[in-house]
């Protein structure tokens, strides 16, 4: 069996370099992970803090909505059903009509809710064709009515 005596006047020449070159090593690895997690937790509370200032430059109070709501009328800005015209159809029907405020420039591109000049109402089914990318006028190329709405404002 060997001992460690036996080892160290074998090996001894090797062995505290060895120990040394893995010692290196291992602090080496250490110091990278530890940049690594750095780096990384760095990069979260970026990812998160954005998030939030987005989610800020989203939010669009009620007052602003019923404003925006007010101004254009009930009257969805691309597609142009409003609850007027509902309610001609049918009395009462106006009020299923669902209407959302829709950024005119998108929060991805800059816009903010908390500019009224930013803000449009639109009918839910062209907010959703419009995403954030689209604007009206690619928007209005892209819908298919099924019934003509003429230059006058009248529908066909």
Known sequence: ??????????????????????LVIVLFVLI???????????NIRRQEMMQREVAYRRRIRLSD?????ERDNYTCQICGIS??????LCSGL???????????QSV???GT??????????CWRCNRK???KKTNEEVKRMIDYGIEKLDSGEWN
């Open 65 to 69: 909505k019923e404003e925006v709501f």
């Open 94 to 104: 106006g009020d299923y009509l669902l209407l959302e405020a829709d950024h005119i």
């Open 32 to 42: 990278v992970v530890t940049l690594r997690f750095r780096l990384h937790l760095r």
């Open 108 to 110: 991805s591109q800059g």
């Open 1 to 22: 069996m060997f001992t460690f005596e036996d080892i160290t006047t074998r090996y001894g020449n090797y062995l505290v370099p060895a120990l040394i070159i893995i």
């Open 83 to 88: 609850r007027d015209f509902l309610d001609s």
């Open 130 to 132: 419009k995403g954030g």
């Open 113 to 122: 809710g908390k500019d009224i000049d930013n803000l449009q109402c639109l």
